[in-house]
């Protein structure tokens, strides 16, 4: 490495708009030197989007460009309102800048997700993940000016900020939809553009976990989300959309009841009900699937405790309670968010949604029905795995186990729900999957024996102790304090 302070042979003009690594590289090329050589750093270094004074005097010295003039070319200094930390309007993904196809220079506003467009020709930027995306959407193309000139107002103005914020919110949260159930398309967006998308999407997925964010992808969340971005009442709305979209789950034809109308619909999830005798205690916090993680993913959880709620206000109602929202939330021992709440009612207002509610009904009937609410309420306090019923584990797991993530595991096995309301309400939910998937067949026989157990001598004690009380069904199935 050299430290130049004086000025280099080769003098290179700095451009409109241009990035200053991007700026410094060309110098050194220009000059036979590599970017580390001229500056000490790497061109992809974080460092250049606030680089320190005393480097920039250095270089201002090497290539005669004022420190001022340096300054406006760094991101820090030329979109202050921009939140660089921001995982999809903010910058790109570590080493692997975009760039214009046409080979215009590396503006400094393309360090950041939202811009997809060049700044001077207007192409859509590509990168070494996605080098010949096919022509973007129209939508790209119209919105473009309005997210440039957020960007450029979102130091000043709070509205700017704002938007920012939702549309960063609102694309974060489709994306998940954009793996596997597809939004509807943009204006301008053809199925062969989002076919790709998706496909690539789901590579991106598989193999990194869903962090590289190529231009074409982001053009097309920004193309989903700008518009309803543009107030707080839309962006709620797509939000509850998006909630209820990101679930893939699909019930065939062949299943779903095939009603009509709304009324139908709720007469027949009634019927169902009653007929199969499901009661609001039966219900669990959240619908699983057999076969589903035992957490379910982030963007499945919305609706499916959403719908475990409206489930739980309709197996009231087809059993003569009148449950509201906030006493099925009651029942279920667990909070619900307000964008929860929203989605409930959405529920109950479609027809669809209360055809999959059946669907649901069906096959927690097959599962055979249990006093969920009772299991809640005996296991909630259950911290760890007692060490009576650890040492009768099998060989297998005897030793190996961790008493918390036991009676974790045993709360979500026996009350069929989430982690919310239990012992341990916010374990990794990965952490919990793992475990799942490495415990042993025989140690889960013993984990479901032992919680049997349990809730038969709770209940045993129960019917003792209150002979002249409430009967246990009634305290069950209304008891909601
Ligand atoms: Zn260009």
Redesign the pocket.
């Known amino acids: 490495m050299t430290t130049q302070h004086t000025a280099l042979p080769v003098t290179v003009s700095i451009e409109p708009g241009e990035d200053i690594a991007a700026y410094l590289e060309r110098v050194a090329a220009a000059n036979r030197l590599s970017m580390t050589d001229l500056t000490g750093h790497p061109r992809t270094a974080r460092l250049w989007e606030d680089p320190p004074d005393d480097l920039l005097t250095r270089l201002s010295a090497s290539t005669g460009v004022p420190v001022p003039r340096m300054r406006d070319a760094v991101l820090r200094t030329a979109l202050p309102g921009a939140v660089p930390e921001r995982a999809r309007t903010g910058r790109r993904y570590a080493g692997r800048p975009a760039t ?1 196809p ?1 080979g ?1 220079v590396d503006t400094v506003a393309a360090r950041l997700n939202i811009v997809v467009l ?1 700044l ?2 207007g ?1 859509l930027l590509v990168d070494h993940d996605d080098s010949h995306p096919p022509p973007v959407p129209d939508k790209v193309r119209q919105i473009h000016p309005d997210v440039l000139d957020s960007l450029a107002r979102a130091r000043r103005s709070s509205q700017a900020r704002g938007r920012l914020r939702r549309v960063e919110s609102l694309m974060a949260e489709l994306e998940p939809a954009l793996w596997g159930n597809w939004p509807p398309l943009a204006d301008g967006e053809t199925t062969h553009w989002r076919d790709r998308i998706v496909r690539w999407e789901k590579w991106n997925l598989e193999q990194t976990g869903g962090v590289i964010r190529p231009p074409s992808v982001t053009a097309t969340l920004l193309a989903l989300t700008w518009d309803a971005s543009a107030t707080p009442a839309g962006t709620t709305d797509l939000l509850d959309e998006i909630a209820v979209m990101a679930d893939p789950w699909d019930p065939s034809e062949e299943v779903l009841p095939g009603w009509r109308t709304l009324t139908e619909a709720h007469d027949g999830v009634l019927d169902l009900l009653d007929d199969q005798q499901i009661e609001p205690r039966h219900i669990p916090t959240i619908l699983r699937l057999t076969g589903e993680p035992i957490v379910l993913p982030e963007h499945q959880r919305t609706l499916r405790v959403a719908e475990a709620l409206a489930l739980t206000i309709l197996a009231g109602r087809a059993h003569g309670q009148d449950l509201t929202l906030n006493t099925a939330v009651e029942l279920h021992g667990a909070a619900a968010s307000a964008r929860t709440r929203r989605v409930v009612h959405r529920v109950l207002r479609s027809t669809y949604a209360l055809e999959r509610l059946a669907v649901h009904a069906t096959l927690l009937h097959e599962q055979g029905l249990r006093d969920l609410r009772r299991a809640r309420a005996e296991l909630r306090h259950l911290r760890a795995l007692p060490s009576d019923a650890l040492r009768t584990l099998p060989t297998a797991a005897g030793g190996h186990v961790d008493p918390e993530q036991c009676a974790a595991w045993v709360w979500l096995d026996a009350t069929l729900g989430r982690p919310a309301g239990g012992p341990h309400p916010l374990p990794a939910a990965e952490a919990m999957v793992r475990f799942d998937a490495h415990l042993d067949p025989e140690t889960k026989l013993h984990l479901r024996a032992w919680w049997q157990h349990r809730l038969d001598l709770a209940e045993d004690l129960a019917t003792a102790d209150a002979p002249t009380q409430e009967s246990s069904t009634e305290m069950g199935g209304r008891d909601v304090g």
């Open positions: 214009c046409a215009c060049c001077r020709c192409a």
